[in-house]
């Protein structure tokens, strides 16, 4: 079914093998030890307040707009018959349906597991709201509120870092690229990392693109939230220090779908697909870390809008390992990680892209 372009207007694991280079096994034993530890795994208790401060009304409304203004033809779209419902926005709804009763649907209900940040994580990355650059793919509108899991308010003014890789499987920033191998330009990369600071609402939003997959995961974005960090003149943020480290997923059936199109069908590496995933059968024990989503136009290929909300404990931090770092100079290993598999990245980008705040410098001094 699809929102009349009226309506919108009126509102606007068994795992296979984990990352190349990762120790699965050390990854289950922190996350698992990070909940044990953990008085609370999700964020049903703040339901009510939640709704009682205004705070869901307003996240509905913060989706409603983002969707309105970017949805194709004034038409914001689902099609249950082609895509999995299980986080599809998947309320009984026909175009006369309010936009609120959508994006409602487990706004502020879920806790992101804790995880390891993986082999690819790269330290000094540009502050902005769209990260593609020159990358190909679907594009991808992603909304993120994140909550105190023990007094249930949203956490303002805090850093949120987003990384995953392109529509082939590379991830920017490392010295490897396709089938493992050796690329040390792609150190030189920044596509598809970003941080953005969280509002009063404790949200932040990006554009970015619809990942693709590489042998041994399933599809995936990681994200990282940090306490102290700050955003430097030139840009960039460069910080070791997160509260969270998680990793956002999505319907099996939405990523077969869209792993149809081009480039993502160009890919020759193996599938994992989300059952055969060891760390997100894990996570799914105790909470639920798949994004909801709509459609934002007639095919897939126009876009889709998701989001998720969840859960972050303030007083435990972490240091997080970077396998590289990007300097004024370009990218420099540091020796831990292996980069990411998967086919051609494209061309290096050949500037970088404006972020909310006004152009990021094309000339990047780093660190």
Same mark, same amino acid.
């Given at each position: 079914m699809r929102f009349s372009a009226a309506l919108v207007a009126s509102v606007a694991a068994t795992l296979v093998a984990a990352h190349p280079g990762a120790d699965i096994q050390q990854e289950l034993h922190e996350r698992r030890e990070f909940i044990s530890n953990s008085k609370r795994t999700n964020l049903d208790h703040c339901s009510a307040k939640h709704k009682a401060r205004g705070l869901e009304q307003r996240g509905i409304e913060r989706r !409603?707009?983002?969707?309105?203004?970017?949805? !194709?033809?004034?038409?914001?779209?689902? $099609?249950?018959?082609?895509?999995? !419902?299980?986080?599809?926005?998947?309320?009984?709804?026909?175009?006369?349906?309010?936009?609120?009763?959508?994006?409602?649907?487990?706004?502020?209900?879920?806790?992101?597991?804790?995880?390891?940040?993986?082999?690819?994580?790269?330290?000094?990355?540009?502050?902005?709201?769209?990260?593609?650059?020159?990358?190909?793919?679907?594009?991808? &509108?992603?909304?993120?509120?994140?909550?105190?899991?023990?007094?249930?308010?949203?956490?303002?003014?805090?850093?949120?870092?987003?990384?995953?890789?392109?529509?082939?499987?590379?991830?920017?920033?490392?010295?490897?690229?396709?089938?493992?191998?050796?690329?040390?330009?792609?150190?030189?990369?920044?596509?598809?990392?970003?941080?953005?600071?969280? $509002?009063?609402?404790?949200?932040?939003?990006?554009?970015?693109?619809?990942?693709?997959?590489?042998?041994?995961?399933?599809?995936?974005?990681?994200?990282?939230?940090?306490p102290n960090a700050t955003a430097r003149e030139n840009g960039t943020i460069y910080d070791l220090t997160a509260n969270h480290v998680g990793q956002l997923y999505f319907d099996q059936d939405l990523t077969d779908a869209v792993e149809a199109y081009s480039p993502y069908n160009t890919n020759t590496q193996p599938v994992t697909t989300n059952a055969e995933d060891f760390l997100l059968l894990d996570g799914l024990a105790t909470s639920d870390p798949i994004v909801q989503y709509v459609l934002l136009g007639d095919d897939i290929s126009d876009g889709l809008l998701a989001?998720?909300?969840?859960?972050?404990?303030?007083? &435990?931090?972490?240091?997080?390992?970077?396998?590289?770092t990007y300097y004024e100079g370009g990218g420099v290993s540091n020796g831990g990680g292996a980069g990411g598999p998967g086919g051609p990245g494209g061309p290096p980008p050949s500037g970088f892209p404006s972020g909310p705040g006004g152009p990021i410098p094309t000339a990047p001094p780093r660190l």
């Amino acid at each position: 079914m699809r929102f009349s372009a009226a309506l919108v207007a009126s509102v606007a694991a068994t795992l296979v093998a984990a990352h190349p280079g990762a120790d699965i096994q050390q990854e289950l034993h922190e996350r698992r030890e990070f909940i044990s530890n953990s008085k609370r795994t999700n964020l049903d208790h703040c339901s009510a307040k939640h709704k009682a401060r205004g705070l869901e009304q307003r996240g509905i409304e913060r989706r !409603k707009n983002l969707a309105a203004m970017n949805a !194709k033809r004034g038409i914001l779209a689902r $099609d249950p018959s082609d895509i999995n !419902k299980t986080h599809l926005s998947d309320a009984d709804f026909d175009e006369t349906t309010p936009l609120e009763t959508v994006f409602a649907q487990d706004a502020s209900c879920v806790l992101s597991p804790e995880e390891t940040e993986g082999p690819y994580y790269v330290s000094g990355e540009y502050v902005r709201t769209d990260v593609r650059e020159t990358q190909e793919g679907i594009p991808l &509108y992603l909304d993120v509120a994140i909550y105190d899991v023990e007094t249930c308010e949203p956490i303002p003014e805090r850093w949120f870092e987003l990384w995953h890789c392109n529509s082939t499987g590379v991830y920017a920033g490392v010295g490897s690229g396709g089938n493992f191998t050796e690329a040390p330009e792609n150190l030189n990369n920044t596509f598809l990392r970003g941080f953005q600071l969280t $509002d009063e609402d404790g949200a932040v939003q990006f554009l970015t693109t619809y990942p693709g997959h590489y042998s041994g995961r399933a599809i995936h974005i990681h994200v990282a939230v940090h306490p102290n960090a700050t955003a430097r003149e030139n840009g960039t943020i460069y910080d070791l220090t997160a509260n969270h480290v998680g990793q956002l997923y999505f319907d099996q059936d939405l990523t077969d779908a869209v792993e149809a199109y081009s480039p993502y069908n160009t890919n020759t590496q193996p599938v994992t697909t989300n059952a055969e995933d060891f760390l997100l059968l894990d996570g799914l024990a105790t909470s639920d870390p798949i994004v909801q989503y709509v459609l934002l136009g007639d095919d897939i290929s126009d876009g889709l809008l998701a989001w998720i909300s969840f859960g972050v404990n303030t007083t &435990y931090t972490r240091t997080i390992s970077d396998a590289a770092t990007y300097y004024e100079g370009g990218g420099v290993s540091n020796g831990g990680g292996a980069g990411g598999p998967g086919g051609p990245g494209g061309p290096p980008p050949s500037g970088f892209p404006s972020g909310p705040g006004g152009p990021i410098p094309t000339a990047p001094p780093r660190l």
